[in-house]
Nanobody, 121 residues
Framework: QVQVEESGGGLVQPGGSHRLSCVAS????????MAWYRQAPGKERELISA???????AYSDSVKGRFTISRDAAENTMYLQMNNLKPEDTAVYYC???????????????WGQGTQVTVSS
């Protein structure tokens, strides 16, 4: 069994900073790419950042230059440092992890339950 869990959501003032965490745990053999998505009310879920097991990163135009993704491969943990937050960053933030199970032979994508980030004064 595998769990992927986000933490760190909350209320942040415009222009402020905040950090989200995501931990994958359970019967894990290996974790490949991990990614952050977000879904604002009335909108589709969008991919905002991803990081490979080698540390290569990618960002959507909407967060490039303001958000930084990182990971601790040894702990199967990923972070999203969010700076200069804007009201339009308000959304439920989800993480995903591509995982090979200890007793499986294929890569599977697991999702967290999401954490709310609200940017408002």
């Amino acid at each position: 069994q595998v769990q992927v869990e986000e933490s760190g959501g909350g209320l942040v003032q415009p222009g402020g900073s905040h950090r989200l965490s995501c931990v994958a745990s359970g019967s894990i053999y290996s974790v490949s790419a991990m990614a952050w998505y977000r879904q604002a009310p009335g909108k589709e879920r969008e991919l905002i950042s991803a990081i490979t097991s080698e540390g290569t990163t990618a960002y959507s135009d909407s967060v490039k230059g303001r958000f930084t993704i990182s990971r601790d491969a040894a702990e199967n943990t990923m972070y999203l440092q969010m700076n200069n937050l804007k009201p339009e960053d308000t959304a439920v933030y989800y993480c995903s992890a591509d995982i090979m199970l200890k007793y499986g032979g294929e890569w599977l994508r697991f999702w967290g339950q999401g954490t709310q980030v609200t940017v408002s004064s």
